[in-house]
Nanobody, 119 residues
Framework: QVQLQESGPGVVKPSQTLSLTCTVS??????????WSWIRQPPGKGLEWMGA???????YYSPSLKSRTSISRDISKNQFTLQLSSVTPEDTAVYYC???????????WGQGTQVTVSS
């Protein structure tokens, strides 16, 4: 059973960079043909895909967030990380990491972590 766990600060100040880490257990982030995604859900809104890491090391980003988003990985720790720069209160959301066979299809999710952007 693959398990994902998000970690990071619960509060970030406007204009700062948000950094979240997803730690994976029960499976490797280099397992063939899987995408490892970051998804968020602002209060009262739907899910928004932010970006993904393919098992091969290739990265994909949402066009609307590409200029502010960076995803990286640490294979030795079986982790992948999201950085979102220049945050505003509109970036307040529950942030999830997930695995799936396609970018828009997920079979395992983390429990999510609340991030609030506030001064």
């Amino acid at each position: 059973q693959v398990q994902l766990q998000e970690s990071g600060p619960g509060v970030v100040k406007p204009s700062q960079t948000l950094s979240l880490t997803c730690t994976v257990s029960g499976g490797s982030i280099t397992t063939n043909n899987y995408y490892w995604s970051w998804i968020r859900q602002p209060p009262g809104k739907g899910l928004e895909w932010m970006g993904a890491l393919f098992y091969s090391g290739r990265f994909y980003y949402s066009p609307s967030l590409k200029s502010r988003t960076s995803i990286s990985r640490d294979i030795s720790k079986n982790q992948f990380t999201l950085q979102l720069s220049s945050v505003t209160p509109e970036d307040t959301a529950v942030y999830y990491c997930a695995r799936g066979p396609w970018i828009a299809e997920y079979d395992f999710w983390g429990q999510g972590t609340q991030v609030t952007v506030s001064s």
